[in-house]
């Protein structure tokens, strides 16, 4: 079974410019998640779809963070415009569904650098 | 806000010692999840308990969830260098939403 996909590994821009992230989740998973990682730090839940609607976005950053997951499969996470402190690794999670105790599996991440 | 903080936050040992690391909250979960994360690549779960008390055993590794269900421990045996990495605790509730500790960085000297 295929794992959690995402793109690009690895991207480095400057300051307000935009980036954007693309993850395709295992196939039949109904619930994504995107999380942004800080160095040192533990994942930190931006956003959670649930087939293509948002089930959770409190933790998003709206004024320069969107996402999207139009088909209910693959998704798109855009920062626009870039600020310093948005350098992380941005993981992208799948669950079969969104019951309490489902196991999570999350892709390698896109580890960003804003200059 | 619910936070969950681990300790330590680095761990630095010689091979076939014996450690554990703790996750601790002020806030009841649901269920608490440990994953391990190596470099370059995303969490991978461990473990999920979800009954207060509950112990669970993985090879070496001993999970407990506390009585009150607002903390947890994660013991490993004789650890080897292969134990390496960053260890997570994930709170978890309804609607499978994890809110993540800031994790313990382990070194397993050979």
């Known amino acids: 079974e295929a794992g959690v996909a995402q793109s690009p590994r690895y991207k480095i821009i400057e300051k307000r410019q935009s980036v954007a992230f693309w993850c395709n989740p295992i196939?039949?998973?109904?619930?994504l998640y995107w999380y942004q990682q800080i160095l040192g730090q533990g994942p930190k839940l931006l956003i959670q779809?649930?087939?293509?609607?948002?089930?959770?976005d409190s933790q998003l950053p709206k004024d320069r963070f969107s996402a999207e997951r139009l088909k209910g499969v693959d998704s798109t996470l855009k920062i626009q415009p870039a600020k310093l402190e948005d350098s992380a690794v941005y993981l992208c999670?799948?669950?079969?569904?969104?019951?309490?105790?489902?196991?999570?599996?999350f892709g390698p991440g896109t580890r960003l650098t804003v200059l | 806000t619910q936070l969950l903080e681990q300790s330590p936050q680095f761990l630095s040992i010689q091979e076939g010692e014996n450690l554990t690391v703790y996750c601790n909250s002020s806030?009841?979960?649901?269920?608490l999840q440990w994953y391990r994360q190596e470099p370059g690549e995303g969490p991978v779960l461990l473990v999920t308990?979800?009954?207060?008390?509950e112990v669970k055993k993985l090879k070496r590794l001993t999970f407990q969830f506390g009585d009150a269900r607002k903390d947890s421990s994660l013991h490993i045996t004789a650890a080897q260098p292969g134990d390496t990495g960053l260890y997570l605790c994930?709170?978890?509730?309804?609607?499978?939403?994890?809110?993540f500790g800031g994790g313990t960085r382990l070194m397993v000297k050979p």
């Open positions: 806030s009841v979960f649901s269920s």
């Open positions: 779809f649930q087939n293509n609607g948002v089930v959770d």
């Open positions: 999670a799948s669950s079969l569904v969104r019951y309490s105790y489902n196991e999570q599996f």
């Open positions: 994930a709170g978890g509730n309804a609607g499978n939403m994890l809110t």
């Open positions: 196939s039949g998973h109904a619930t």
């Open positions: 308990v979800v009954t207060g008390g």
